[in-house]
């Protein structure tokens, strides 16, 4: 089954950058089956989607944070990496990575598109 | 952007209750809605895909319905274990958004 797992440092401060890796186990990471997504949620609040990237690196963001936003992925160690500049306390939330399961179709159309397997969540808080 | 309402934001229920959940979008989706549950301290769990689909393993008495901008969640006998925040996702265009969430609560 696979399993995903993200870590990093707990606090980051201000105006410095968040730096997350994915790390995904027993799963097809290297296959063009999936996309691979970060989602974020501030305590007590909804989802947010930042992002997600393609095996083939190709990367589609969410608008409100695309001036601060790069992933990236290292399939020899089936990873995937997120990059947050100049946070705030805004974005003190628990970060997930996720693996998204797209049907037929081609980007950005999907007959079907979910997230269907998630990582624990690993907590950032931005503070000085 | 397309904007998701969820409503209500919060409902109490008792065991064995029949609730319905709705989400709006704020432009057409057809039918590319996902729903998913949360439990608190827990990761979302994906319920139903494309609008009516019941994932593989999810108990039946979920079921999903709606196409365009209007769609629900029927959780038919509620049970302990569905007392939880329920999220409503589309996927018709990108940026992928969610809805602010229902909390079901005990009554």
């Known amino acids: 089954q696979v399993q995903l797992q993200a870590s990093g440092p707990g606090l980051v401060k201000p105006s410095q950058t968040l730096s997350l890796t994915c790390t995904v186990s027993n799963g097809s990471f290297s296959r063009g089956d999936y996309y691979w997504s970060w989602i974020r949620q501030p305590a007590g609040r909804g989802l947010e989607w930042i992002g997600h990237i393609y095996a083939t690196g190709d990367t589609n963001y969410n608008p409100s944070l695309k001036s601060r936003v790069t992933m990236s992925l290292d399939t020899s160690k089936s990873q995937f990496s997120l990059k947050l500049t100049s946070v705030t306390a805004a974005d003190t939330a628990v970060y997930y990575c996720?693996?998204?399961?797209f049907g037929s179709g081609s980007y950005p159309r999907y007959n079907f598109y979910y997230m269907d397997v998630w990582g624990k969540g690993t907590t950032v808080t931005v503070s000085s | 952007d397309i904007q998701m309402t969820q409503s209500p934001s919060s409902l109490s229920a008792s065991e064995g209750d029949r609730v319905t959940i709705t989400c709006q979008a704020s432009?057409?989706?057809?039918?590319?809605l996902n729903w998913y549950q949360q439990k608190p301290g827990k990761v979302p769990k994906l319920l139903i895909y494309?609008?009516?689909n019941l994932r593989t393993g999810a108990p039946s008495r979920f079921s999903g319905g709606g196409s365009g901008t209007d769609f629900t969640l029927t959780i038919s006998n509620l049970q302990p274990e569905d007392f939880a925040t329920y999220y409503c996702?589309?996927?018709?265009?990108?940026?992928?958004?969610f809805g602010g969430g229902t909390k079901v609560e005990v009554k």
């Open positions: 996720v693996r998204d399961y």
């Open positions: 432009d057409d989706i057809y039918n590319y």
């Open positions: 996702q589309q996927y018709e265009n990108f940026p992928l958004t």
């Open positions: 494309g609008a009516s």
